[in-house]
């Protein structure tokens, strides 16, 4: 879950799983791919 990003246009992959995405089962991994154009400031990630 990240902090201090302007989503555009989708919630997707920010909230908890069965909300606004899949649960990720053990062993297995989910790779955050984005791009955060024009933004600046203090952007962190937790579980």
Known sequence: HWHGFFQQHTNYADGPALVTQCPIV???????????????GTFWYHR
Request: glycine content about 6%; proline content about 7%.
């Open 26 to 40: 053990p062993g297995d991994s989910f790779l955050y791919n984005f791009q955060a154009l024009n933004q600046a």
